[in-house]
Structures are given as structure tokens and as C-alpha cells.
């Protein structure tokens, strides 16, 4: 006869499942992993500035000596301020070449088979892009500072300058974004780049007030939120009568005009980055 021990009992394996990271932790993590891939040395960060300082450094002042006056401001400065509007576009597209490869052939599979938000994965791109672009603007103008620009840095003046610039490049960005995950091809988006970047930076009232350039073309520099942008950068740092903002709004209140391109650039801001998100997560789950 068998007896059996009924005060035994056998030990059951417990299996436990690893918690999912919190959504800050996998956002710190997806950072840093960008930066690691984005601004690995100096070089990665440094080069991309040649052009935009060159210009600063040497193209503006030549314009400066030939005469390219504009009232009430250095012409140097002026360019400056300009080249900028033209740096952060270029940066923020440009990230998102390293956006396009990583979904063609890097850890793209493996973020989205993590449990964490999708959304995330946009955000940290962001936050790297608009880190890495910040650190060269600054040093663009600095340089501009060296070669004879001048500015005004009230903490207010400042101020307008900053986020018109934020919202630029959180635009811009979400753009590359949407693009990253539609085009198939590093060529083909490398294509879109003077169309998408660039060729606003000429009716935006880079290198001249809007209102040098014929009547129709200064209606299409009024309705590109770079143009806004711009004015805002400028009259941050080296319009302290709002000039380019008048040219847009014709009205007398600076604070106003400030307010209603401001409005523009966020307005622009959201948009962009709202269809970057959704471009996002409908593509990564073909």
C-alpha cells in the first residue's frame, strides 16, 4: 500500500513578469541612446555649423560693406539672425536622415516591440535635435558677437528669441519626422531638403525685408511661419522696434504683433509635430 503525505505541499514555480519602464525612465533611455547615435564626437556636432558661420563670418560682412543698410539696424546683425533661421531648419531635417536609417536598418523593430508609448520614441528624437541645435545656434551667434554683430540681452528680449526658436525647430522637426516615415530612401529625402528647408529661407526676409521683394512674393514671405519666426528672433536680439514684425502685421503695437506671430509659430509648432506623431505610429505598425 501507497501512503501519501497530505502535509506536503509541492513547491509551485512562480513565474513573475518584468514590470514595463515607467514612461520617464524610457524616455531618459531613448535620449540617451539618440545622443549616443547623433553627437558621438565633436565633429558630428561642429561640422554641420561651417556653412552657417562662414556665412556669418564672411558673407555678411561683405554684404555689410557694400552697402546692404537696413534702418535702424547693423547690417551684420541683421544677417546674423538671419543665417540662424537658416541653421535650425537644416539641423532639424538633417536629424531626421539618422531617423530614416534607423528605421531601415537599426533598433527601430526593437522600440516598437518594447512595451513602452510609441510616442516616446518621437519625443527623444526631438529632444536630441533640438539639444544638438541649440548648442550650435549659440555658438553662431557667438561667433557673430566675436565678428562685430550687436545684439540686446535683456532677459525679456532674450526671451522671444528663445521661443520663437524652439517653436521653429519643434516644427521643423515634426516635418522631418512625418517624412522619415514615409521615404523610403536616404537620397529621395536628402531630395526634399532644399524645397522643405531651404528655399523658404529666401522669402522669409532673411537677407532683406519682405517688402523689398515684388508684392506677390511678399504675400507668400507673410504666410510662412518661418518669416515669423524670424521677425520674432529679431526683434528678440536686434529689433527692438519691431520693424520685421511690422512689415508682416502693419500695426503699431509691437507687443501685439509679437503676440499674433507668436501665435503662428506655436500654431505651426503643434501642427507639424501632431502630424509627425501620426504619421509615426500609422507607419510602424505596417
Given amino acids: ?101 534607423d528605421r531601415q536598418s537599426g533598433a527601430r523593430r526593437d522600440q516598437l516591440a518594447a512595451p ?13 535635435a533640438i539639444a544638438v541645435t541649440a548648442l550650435q545656434v549659440v555658438v553662431l551667434v557667438a561667433a557673430s558677437v566675436l565678428r562685430g554683430a550687436e545684439l540686446q540681452t535683456s532677459a525679456g528680449h532674450v526671451a522671444w528669441f528663445v521661443v520663437a526658436a524652439t517653436g521653429l525647430a519643434v516644427g521643423m522637426y515634426g516635418i522631418a519626422e512625418a517624412l522619415a516615415a514615409k521615404i523610403q530612401t536616404v537620397e529621395e529625402y536628402t531630395g526634399a531638403l532644399a524645397p522643405i528647408a531651404i528655399a523658404p529661407w529666401f522669402f522669409a526676409g532673411s537677407l532683406f525685408p519682405i517688402g523689398a521683394m515684388p508684392a506677390a512674393l511678399t504675400v507668400v514671405g507673410k504666410v510662412l511661419p518661418l518669416t515669423h519666426a524670424l521677425a520674432l528672433m529679431r526683434y528678440g536680439l536686434v529689433d527692438p522696434h519691431a520693424q520685421g514684425l511690422h512689415d508682416i502685421w502693419g500695426m503699431s503695437s509691437p507687443t501685439a504683433m509679437a503676440a499674433l506671430s507668436l501665435a503662428v509659430v506655436l500654431a505651426f509648432a503643434a501642427t507639424a509635430l501632431g502630424l509627425g506623431l501620426r504619421v509615426f505610429r500609422r507607419t510602424a505598425v505596417r
Fill in 116 to 128: 513602452i508609448d510609441r510616442s516616446l520614441i518621437v519625443l527623444a528624437n526631438l529632444t536630441v
Fill in 1 to 101: 500500500m501507497t501512503t501519501i503525505d497530505l502535509t506536503h505541499t509541492p513547491a509551485i514555480p512562480i513565474t513573475t513578469t518584468a514590470r514595463p519602464p515607467g514612461r520617464v525612465a524610457a524616455y531618459r533611455t531613448l535620449v540617451r541612446r539618440r545622443f549616443a547615435l547623433s553627437a558621438r564626437t565633436p565633429r558630428e556636432v561642429l561640422v554641420p555649423l561651417f556653412t552657417p558661420v562662414l556665412f556669418a563670418l564672411v558673407i555678411a560682412p561683405a554684404l555689410d560693406s557694400i552697402g546692404g543698410a537696413i534702418p535702424g539696424i547693423d547690417y551684420m546683425s541683421f544677417a546674423a539672425i538671419g543665417t540662424a533661421a537658416l541653421l535650425i531648419p537644416l539641423n532639424t531635417m538633417f536629424a531626421g536622415i539618422g531617423v530614416l536609417v
